[in-house]
């Protein structure tokens, strides 16, 4: 009969990891994304700055026309990350208490999910007076000339006297 052999002989191990030149292929590709893709995403976040931007100088537009077109006061109220636009129900106000929603019934007439950096100065509340002042008090006493600031954008001026938006 035929001789039984118990004893396996092993297999050769197939080697392991990566060698150099996969490595080195690998980095290459790696820094050549990131040249290409890199400066694509910088633009895409200076486009995003650059629409809300654009969004906060609509409202404050939209808020001055408002005011002059319903001789009302309204009440501009912007932080990061949203704009909210309210008119007093009354003429003569010192305060607005009917809230103007945006296009998509939102109490926020404009909103930013990106929460790109917004500062106004002076700090506060920007009322648009009836006859088409900008003041910081709803009573209207002292005409404010203000600045907005978006991160990365140029600034928005704001023309206290004349209510005038650039």
């Known amino acids: 009969m035929y001789a039984t052999c118990t004893e396996?002989?092993?297999r050769p191990r197939p080697p392991r990891g990566f060698t150099a030149v996969?490595?080195?292929?690998?980095?290459?590709?790696v820094g050549v994304l990131a040249v290409v893709a890199l400066?694509?995403?910088?633009?895409?976040?200076s486009l995003r700055s650059a629409a809300w931007r654009d969004q906060v100088?609509?409202?404050?537009?939209?808020?001055?026309?408002?005011?002059?077109?319903?001789?009302?006061?309204v009440c501009v109220s912007l932080t990061t990350g949203e704009l909210r636009?309210?008119?007093?129900?009354?003429?003569?106000?010192?305060?607005?208490n009917t809230v103007i929603n945006g296009l998509d019934g939102d109490a926020r007439w404009a909103v930013d999910a990106h929460n790109i950096a917004v500062t106004?100065?002076?700090?506060g509340t920007l009322y648009f007076q009836p006859d088409g002042r900008?003041?910081?008090?709803?009573?209207?006493?002292f005409s404010v000339s203000a600045t907005i600031s978006v991160a990365g954008e140029?600034?928005?001026?704001?023309?206290?006297?004349?209510?005038?938006?650039r």
Do not use: Y
């Open 85 to 96: 636009l309210s008119m007093a129900s009354a003429n003569p106000a010192s305060s607005c």
């Open 22 to 29: 996969e490595l080195i292929t690998v980095m290459v590709l």
């Open 8 to 10: 396996r002989v092993p």
């Open 120 to 123: 106004v100065n002076p700090a």
């Open 134 to 141: 900008i003041t910081s008090d709803g009573a209207g006493a």
């Open 39 to 45: 400066p694509r995403l910088d633009a895409a976040m």
């Open 154 to 165: 140029s600034r928005l001026v704001l023309t206290g006297e004349t209510g005038h938006v």
């Open 57 to 73: 100088q609509a409202g404050l537009l939209q808020a001055r026309s408002l005011s002059q077109g319903h001789r009302r006061l």
